[in-house]
């Protein structure tokens, strides 16, 4: 079946350095890859995507690039803040319509002034 | 245009009771899909809804079911509730026929069985 795998955290950072949370997948065919992020007491929002193959998926100063000679989709960052601050989720949805969500465990970022 | 709202925000409820918690879409959007987050953990899916019927289920017993109603709006009931059951239930929609299949999640439910 389908999987995904994030790193571990929590991850603490200083506010300004760089952010890099790592995520990777397995699956068959072309699945759509995305990044969701929870910040503490709500729902999950959409943070980026990336559909096919070398797509580079971008917003709010993250990026993450598909993967799939290495089956990664990487989340990057490069000068956080303390607003990053929340739990982060890697997720995967196979190729066709109204395929279901598979997410990794979430990687828990702080952000220290 | 409103997002997709559920309610109620919190329930508490005790070991073997019944529960039923409810979606309302995004405008435009004609499939729920409901997921439960335990604490710590990523969301697992439950089960999709679209024209009214269940279309894919996880892995979930029975104890778990739902509906959708003409309007797309959905529910989830959970009966026999056990302590495990304790989570965030989130609810997502989507447009059956957009081809990223980006799901919209609303705030979320958090149920605590005691």
């Known amino acids: 079946g389908n999987s995904v795998t994030q790193m571990e955290g929590p991850v603490t950072l200083s506010e300004e350095a760089f952010l890099t949370i790592n995520c990777t997948y397995t699956a068959t065919g072309y699945p759509s890859l995305f990044w969701y992020v929870q910040y503490p007491g709500e729902g999950l929002q959409l943070l980026l995507k990336?559909?096919?193959?070398?797509d580079k998926g971008s917003n709010k100063g993250f990026e993450a690039t598909y993967r799939k000679e290495t089956t990664s989709f990487h989340l990057e960052k490069g000068s956080v803040q303390v607003s990053d601050s929340a739990v982060y989720f890697c997720?995967?949805?196979?190729?066709?319509?109204?395929?279901?969500?598979?997410f990794g465990t979430g990687t828990k970022l702080q952000v220290i002034p | 245009d409103a997002g997709v709202t559920q309610s109620p925000t919190h329930l508490i409820k005790t070991r073997g009771q019944q529960v039923t918690l409810r979606c309302s879409p995004k405008?435009?959007?004609?499939?729920v899909s409901w997921y439960q987050q335990a604490l710590g953990q990523g969301p697992q899916f439950i089960f999709q809804y679209y024209e009214e019927e269940e279309r894919q289920r996880g892995n979930f017993p029975d104890r778990f079911s739902g509906h959708q109603f003409p309007n797309y709006s959905s529910e989830l009931n959970v009966n026999a509730l056990l302590l495990g059951d304790s989570a965030l239930y989130l609810c997502a929609s989507s447009l059956r026929f957009e081809t990223t299949y980006e799901q919209y999640f609303g705030p979320g439910t958090r149920l605590t069985v005691t």
């Open positions: 405008s435009g959007h004609d499939t």
């Open positions: 997720a995967l949805s196979p190729s066709g319509p109204n395929q279901k969500v598979t």
């Open positions: 990336a559909t096919k193959a070398d």
